[in-house]
């Protein structure tokens, strides 16, 4: 049975770091890329990042680029997101997903097929 594990949320002070897991289990990874999506309270879903399979590279959303930095090890069958310089609109619920192919289109939800339960992350003083 296909699973997706997210860890590594928590409370963090703006400016600080946190690097997210996501454990996949039942498929094997590198077939298939991983997107990141967070959900803030009384907003809508939003795409963050995506790692591509096959090596087809990383995608960001323009409000984390260079700020966070998308993994993966195929061995250990997880993706990472490691987020710097952290902001108070950074809080919200993270999300990894699984989808077929590469990233092409990886922001819109509906590409996903399998879904973790989220982490929280909240960036506050």
């Known amino acids: 049975q296909l699973h997706l594990v997210e860890s590594g949320g928590g409370l963090v002070q703006p400016g600080g770091s946190l690097r997210l897991s996501c454990v996949a289990s039942?498929?094997?990874?590198?077939?298939?890329?991983i997107g990141w999506f967070r959900q803030a309270p009384g907003k809508a879903r939003e795409g963050v990042s995506c790692?591509?399979?096959?090596?087809?590279?990383?995608f960001y959303a323009d409000s984390v680029k260079g700020r966070f930095t998308i993994s993966r090890d195929n061995a250990k069958n997880t993706v990472y997101l490691q987020m710097n310089s952290l902001r108070p609109e950074d809080t919200g619920v993270y999300y990894c997903a699984q989808k077929t192919g590469f990233c092409r289109r990886w922001s819109q939800q509906n590409v996903y097929d399998y879904w973790g339960r989220g982490t929280q992350v909240t960036v506050s003083s």
């Open positions: 039942g498929f094997t990874l590198d077939n298939y890329s």
């Open positions: 790692a591509s399979s096959s090596g087809g590279g990383a």
